[in-house]
């Protein structure tokens, strides 16, 4: 009998034009800004909470996901990013107490407001209770708008297999610095459009960019080919990272409730 690989769910062409969020008329690049700061605040708050790099790169593909299934204008990043990470810790059988959570994220929404950390989040206190409602809440919307199709495959077991191949894996710097574009790529979404082949093979062409190695490109041998990835889309997903870096993010500026949102999109509207 042969065996069964899972994909990863990727979105459909109408949906990476149309998401949710641009049909109810918010702006491409705003919509690009919020998931950015989405994952940022989920990856942080999971370094914080001692997270390992798979429950983090997990919630920010559900992160992303859920936003071609539902519009920005009915859920924010932050409950959103609280569900995310709570359902990821499940999935990936880590333990995260509730407590916990929520204390970590109200400690970093402050910290990206350039708010007092102190006194710390009182676990008794109303914020305490919306929060761990609001996580629970959001971890039901994600897999009901997923279907509960939470199967996430990941690149870095295929990168690290990658560089073996290409005889990079003990090279001094080119494995971290992979590594390294792998975790950015999640605050873009990539891994909602392209598959993990795709975005192994694109880290590793920055990587090699970045520190002037040349990889074979004669026309017929030319590296990629060795992965079954065509050089548009993982030099598309290149892209989609390299992004990242030379349109950073206004975070105090960005909206981070769904009020605030419409206040900043529609601030005519009742």
């Not at 065996?3 to 690009?32: C, F, K, Y």
């Not at 939470?150 to 990079?168: A, F």
């Not at 349109?247 to 419409?262: C, F, G, H, N, V």
Request: net charge negative.
């Amino acid at each position: 009998m042969s065996r069964r690989v899972l994909q990863n769910p990727l979105a459909t062409i109408g949906q990476l034009t149309s998401s949710p969020s641009h049909l109810d008329g918010i702006p491409s690049t705003l919509e690009r800004d919020l998931r950015n700061l989405g994952a940022e605040l989920i990856q942080t708050a999971g370094i914080l909470l001692k997270q390992p790099q798979v429950v983090m790169a997990t919630a920010q593909v559900l992160f992303q996901r859920f936003y071609f299934m539902a519009s920005l204008k009915d859920f924010d990043i932050v409950e959103i990013g609280l569900g995310a990470i709570f359902l990821a810790a499940k999935l990936e059988e880590r333990s995260l107490r509730m407590t916990h959570l929520v204390t970590v994220y109200d400690h970093v929404l402050r910290l990206v407001r350039h708010q007092s950390t102190l006194p710390p989040l009182d676990p008794f206190s109303r914020r305490t209770y919306d929060l761990r409602s609001m996580t629970i809440d959001a971890e039901m919307h994600i897999l009901k708008q997923l279907g509960f199709n939470v199967q996430v495959q990941l690149p870095y077991s295929l990168m690290i297999n990658y560089l073996r191949i290409l005889d990079l894996e003990e090279d001094e710097k080119i494995p971290t610095v992979a590594w390294n574009y792998l975790n950015d790529s999640l605050r873009t979404v990539a891994h909602v459009a392209y598959a993990p082949e795709v975005i192994a093979v694109a880290a590793i062409w920055l990587a090699c960019r970045q520190q002037g190695i040349k990889l074979p490109t004669d026309a017929g041998n030319e590296w990629w080919l060795l992965f079954d990835v065509s050089e548009l889309d993982f030099k598309t997903v290149g892209t989609m990272i390299m992004v990242l870096y030379q349109q950073p993010i206004d975070r105090l500026a960005l909206p981070l409730t769904t009020i605030d949102l419409k206040e900043l999109v529609w601030p005519t509207e009742d």
